[in-house]
């Protein structure tokens, strides 16, 4: 089991950035893969980027890719979003998640959200 705990979200004017952090309650394995998640107002919940502890691997998002990127630091057990170009679209609650490997289809762990409003 882990806790999963969100921090970084605000309030920013289009074309600005913000770095979203995702920190585990325990060490985590090597085997396992965190991802992104968001969900706006009306919307299903949609992919944004995962990290894979096994040598770093990420993937990102089409609507995403070129602005936003993730890393690791596994001696904090954070995973970060850095966010870059935001646009108004980009408005949602970001969730993190936790499944046992990159191969995983299903996240088992998810932490609360945080909160990102682009403004135009």
């Known amino acids: 089991q882990v806790q999963l705990v969100e921090s970084g979200g605000g309030v920013v004017q289009a074309g600005g950035s913000l770095r979203l952090s995702c920190a585990a309650s325990r060490r985590t394995f090597s085997s396992e893969s965190l991802g992104w998640f968001r969900q706006a107002p009306g919307k299903e919940r949609e992919f944004v980027a995962a990290?894979?502890?096994?040598?770093?691997?990420?993937s990102l998002a089409d609507s995403v890719k070129g602005r936003f990127s993730i890393s690791g630091d596994n001696a904090k057990n954070t995973v970060y979003l850095q966010m870059n170009s935001l646009k108004p679209e980009d408005t949602a609650v970001y969730y993190c998640?936790?499944?046992?490997?990159?191969?995983?289809?299903?996240?088992?762990?998810w932490g609360q959200g945080t909160q990102v409003t682009v403004s135009s």
């Open positions: 990290f894979s502890w096994s040598g770093g691997s990420t």
């Open positions: 998640a936790n499944r046992p490997s990159a191969y995983s289809s299903t996240y088992n762990y």
